[in-house]
């Protein structure tokens, strides 16, 4: 089963590609309201799922040593793009290569030089590597910004998931707080089973309502504000996360 992103791991990858270095789990919990714990949790997820492949200093070469940084745009056959791409790895100076879906200058390799004739030697390995070369820049310089859809300031965001536990076989606990204009907002738990809003595989574990614990039944009123949890063998159902969202 794929792993499904909700607002707590967008923030997190947000925050981890604006800087991963200074970012501590606290403070993400901070803003999510949730526990340091749970996002330490969240993190060890995003990576076991290979969503976060990784922490990379971004690096300014040319102020150590003034060396080169030349990006070097390729073709090779679609066919064996990967397998390129990790051969060209090995060459000695090469920092980074990108895998294009076109059929020409599919291959974007990033290399480091010490000067204009270590260039040279690093063009002429992609080459005996089978590269086709078809042009080449010397980089300037190189910005990041971390995906604006999963900032906080992002109006966008309406989901209102609190928190999505991936259980062992594929099931989902899922916390939600229920926002003020979502659709299952004012329903009985009753009408959100005959408006498909809930299905008979998703069972209703809780309902807290400020300080007190209301018992979930089928006449049960769904209120603004009310943290609801369910359990879910299989995967949450799409129409049950729609009907959490903000309209």
Request: some cysteine; hydrophobic content about 35%.
């Amino acid at each position: 089963m794929d792993y499904r992103l909700d607002e707590i791991d967008k923030r997190i990858l947000y925050h981890l590609a604006a800087d991963a270095r200074n970012t501590t789990a606290p403070t993400i919990a901070e803003e999510v309201d949730v526990t340091p714990a749970t996002i330490r949790h969240r993190i060890r997820q995003l990576e076991d799922h290979g969503i976060i492949r990784g922490y990379h200093a971004d690096i300014d070469y040319e102020r150590t040593d003034g060396y080169v940084v030349n990006q070097f745009r390729c073709t090779v056959p679609v066919s064996d793009r990967q397998r390129y791409a990790q051969e060209v790895l090995q060459i000695s100076g090469v920092v980074n290569v990108q895998e294009l879906m076109s059929g020409r200058e599919n291959l974007v390799v990033t290399a480091v030089g010490t000067d204009t004739d270590d260039i040279t030697r690093i063009a002429r390995d992609l080459s005996d590597h089978g590269l086709e070369l078809e042009r080449e820049d010397i980089v300037q310089n190189e910005r990041f910004h971390p995906y604006h859809p999963f900032s906080p300031n992002n109006g966008h965001l309406t989901q209102s998931l609190a928190d999505i536990q991936n259980l062992a076989g594929g099931a989902e606990v899922v916390e939600f707080t229920v926002a003020e204009d979502a659709t299952i907002t004012g329903k009985t738990l009753q009408e959100a089973k005959e408006n498909g809003m809930l299905d008979d595989e998703t069972l209703v574990i809780s309902i807290e309502r400020g300080d007190e614990m209301v018992t979930p039944r089928g006449d049960t009123a769904v209120e603004s504000g009310d943290v609801i949890t369910l359990f879910s063998r299989e995967a949450v159902p799409d129409g049950t996360l729609e009907a959490f969202k903000t309209e």
